[in-house]
């Protein structure tokens, strides 16, 4: 389903909480069915019935192969059914679900855009479609824009690498207007994701100005520049004037990030070490965090405030009740981040890695 990058979710932050549930499940050789519908209407809830019985029949027939009783995920297709059978949509196009009778998993997920109807078994559920959308977005997005093409690309080590696959016209008589609404739909996740930072456009000096006039007021601030280029340009001329457009617009890559935060620390701006790190960001002192993909510290926790710890204390220091040890120190040093509106940062980085025990901050203040 290709376009499934492109859903924006009516509660994004439920599903995450189940994607995280479904991600402690131990894995085993019992299936999850992944199950993606449209259910805009009466019909199209007949439609998506008819779709699961289909599929059903053949999914039913994948399960006797492998000897594995069938029945306890019929039980859950049963009230999927009856789920889109009953339901009015609540607003709702489309529908997610992840289902497995044998592993205790039922949970359904409403979405605001319709899409093709997909269904599909397997034992990892993380190759579900939805899991996109929450893969980690690059912080500046570059996009050409063309009569007849349009491409979306990061920029990594002084390069462009490409995102998506181009977008072109939907038909040759559509408007240059029309193509750049089409074009705005398919990246639109990118400039509602709060990862990207900044926008920086390049082409076709018309589509340019068409595709700025379709975005929202919210997503035109994202746009920092606009650079007029020849319909034929060459990629290595594209990478120059991003090149050129990164520098001027004082951007950072992440690799340069941590020499930057050397720099601060002897100005004291910054700070290396988990522990020096979660006492600042308790005391809402972060800028932007930074931590190598390798950082997961263990540490303690406190079972009745739930206050956690790099260090081992006799006591909580919040409620003085004793504490155990944990491996998620990570996520509440994230979700810390996340409360004080912290830039977040993942840079692979060996002085970050070994000098800066995993992680740095840059602070706002001292």
Not at 17 to 28: E, G
Not at 90 to 104: E, N, T
Not at 129 to 145: D, G, R, S, V, Y
Not at 221 to 236: F, G, Y
């Amino acid at each position: 389903m290709a376009v499934s990058k492109n859903i924006p979710l009516i509660e994004k932050d439920r599903l995450l909480l189940a994607l995280r549930r479904l991600n402690m499940i131990v894995p085993n050789s019992l299936p999850i069915i992944s199950l993606y519908l449209t259910i805009n209407g009466v019909d199209n809830n007949i439609e998506a019935i008819n779709f699961i019985d289909r599929e059903w029949k053949e999914l039913k027939k994948e399960l006797e192969k492998k000897d594995i009783n069938f029945k306890p995920m019929a039980e859950d297709i049963k009230r999927i059914k009856e789920f889109i059978e009953f339901s009015r949509g609540d607003g709702a196009k489309g529908l997610a679900a992840y289902i497995s009778g044998y592993r205790d998993i039922y949970l359904t997920y409403p979405i605001d855009n319709g899409f093709t109807n997909k269904l599909s078994m397997g034992l990892d559920f993380d190759r579900a479609p939805l899991i996109q959308l929450f893969a980690e977005q690059p912080k500046e997005i570059f996009i050409t824009l063309y009569p007849d093409r349009a491409k979306l690309y990061s920029y990594n080590d002084g390069k462009l690498i490409e995102k998506e696959p181009p977008v072109v016209p939907e038909d040759p008589k559509q408007s240059l207007k029309e193509y750049m609404r089409t074009v705005k739909d398919e990246y639109w996740p990118y400039f509602r994701s709060d990862d990207v930072k900044s926008v920086f456009l390049l082409g076709h000096e018309d589509a340019m100005k068409l595709f700025k006039g379709v975005l929202a007021k919210t997503a035109v601030q994202k746009v920092k520049d606009m650079v007029k280029l020849p319909l034929r340009a060459t990629m290595a001329r594209i990478n120059k004037e991003a090149k050129r457009l990164i520098s001027e617009h004082n951007v950072l890559q992440p690799q340069q990030k941590v020499e930057h935060a050397k720099a601060m620390s002897k100005r004291h701006m910054a700070i290396f070490g988990p522990v020096a790190v979660f006492k600042a960001l308790r005391e809402g002192k972060v800028r932007e965090l930074l931590f190598d993909p390798s950082f997961h510290p263990a540490g303690y926790i406190c079972e009745r405030c739930n206050l956690h710890e790099l260090r081992k204390l006799d006591n909580c220091s919040w409620c003085a009740n004793s504490l155990t040890p944990t491996t998620r120190v990570k996520s509440s040093m994230l979700k810390l981040a996340s409360e004080y509106e912290v830039l977040v940062t993942k840079v692979a980085n060996q002085y970050l890695r070994t000098e800066g025990k995993g992680i740095a901050a840059i602070l706002r203040f001292t």
